[in-house]
């Protein structure tokens, strides 16, 4: 991989990225949502709801667990995910604290 110099912004800044980058694909987003139903679910389970494939979904899962917004046991041959709730605690917070600090100007924009 390139160099992208996310080293010399803020950590508040790269975990943003890190988030919305983990956010960026409908995928993912559909995962989430299921997990946030379930509460935990089978990465088969998880393909037999979407219409991709099980290795599709496995890279779709290692970007969530990339970014902790999920994470995954070990279940004999499976793996059972769910969300990290600590983590997607962090990143309503940062989130909100980024969508907070931007004000929409009146008339003053383009």
């Known amino acids: ?39 935990s679910c089978m990465c088969g389970d998880i393909v037999e709801e979407l219409p991709l494939s099980q290795s599709t979904v496995s890279q779709h899962l290692k970007e969530l667990k990339q970014a902790g917004l999920i994470k995954g046991e070990i279940e004999g041959v499976k793996v059972c995910y769910c969300i990290d709730e600590k983590e997607w605690k962090k990143a309503r917070e940062v989130f909100g604290g980024f969508f907070d600090k931007i004000t929409t100007q009146s008339s003053t924009c383009c």
């Not at 992208?4 to 943003?16: G, H, L, M, P, Y």
């Not at 980058?21 to 946030?36: G, N």
């Open 1 to 39: 991989m390139g160099y992208t110099k996310a080293e010399e912004f803020s950590v508040r800044d790269n975990r943003i990225a890190g988030y919305a980058k983990a956010l960026s694909h409908p995928a993912r987003v559909a995962i989430l949502h299921l997990l946030a139903q379930r509460q």
